[in-house]
């Protein structure tokens, strides 16, 4: 039985990005299988949607009406069975080292850690694609923080981010030594206590602002 964690994250990851309820499943699941196979042989900037649509049996027009993009398509492929965790079912002071070992253990999983590596590579040269990343991370940890009901979730969400996307630079995109070769668990265990300051900040602006200025 899924706990309910679980089914918030399938929920989510099911619903955005891309469009269609319940009886379009099936088809959804196609062009993603399809676009999964096109994007890891080609790239993300060779790969067509056209390809991508014969390849999975239907029309272009029906890929834009569920993804409106390629780059739509491209961020759910990256994140089809992305779980989101539930900070609200911790105790406040462990939440921090739950989100960072969330985020650590997808990126160190060999076929989720190679799609969200693509994402985020292709993103730092496609609008459209770093568009759709900032929609995905909202998702991952903007939206659980503010389950928490804490102020300010998108200002501490932002921070976070720049902490976990400099370590996925560095460790699996740069392969930054000695950054590269940790332990993951030394990797989380040196994280999370500033992902949990900034969950734990009563004035996360302020901090924020100091952070900047040291």
Not at 91 to 96: C, L, S
Not at 108 to 116: C, V, W
Not at 126 to 154: C, N
Not at 195 to 207: F, H, I, M, T
Request: aromatic share 4%.
């Amino acid at each position: 039985m899924e706990t309910t964690a679980q089914t918030k994250g399938s929920e989510a990851a099911q619903s955005v990005p891309g469009h269609g309820g319940p009886r379009s499943a099936a088809t959804r699941q196609a062009i993603l299988d399809a676009a999964r196979s096109a994007f890891a042989a080609q790239g993300y900037d060779r790969a067509t949607i056209r390809a991508i649509a014969a390849a999975a049996g239907v029309d272009a027009s029906m890929v834009m009406r569920y993804f409106e993009s390629k780059a739509g398509l491209f961020a759910a492929v990256a994140t089809a069975d992305a779980p989101v965790v539930d900070l609200t079912a911790l105790p406040a002071d462990r939440r921090g080292e739950a989100l960072v070992r969330h985020l650590v253990q997808r990126w160190e999983a060999p076929a989720t850690g190679d799609e969200l590596m693509l994402l985020l590579r292709t993103a730092v040269t496609s609008e459209d694609v770093a568009a759709q990343l900032q929609s995905v991370l909202a998702q991952l940890i903007v939206g659980p923080i503010a389950a928490t009901g804490a102020e300010d979730a998108e200002v501490r969400g932002a921070l976070i981010q720049s902490q976990l996307l400099g370590t996925a630079l560095c460790r699996y995109v740069l392969r930054q030594e000695p950054l590269a070769s940790l332990p993951v668990e030394d990797v989380i265990a040196s994280i999370a206590p500033s992902v949990q300051r900034y969950l734990d900040a009563p004035d996360v602006k302020g901090s924020a602002a100091y952070s900047a200025a040291s």
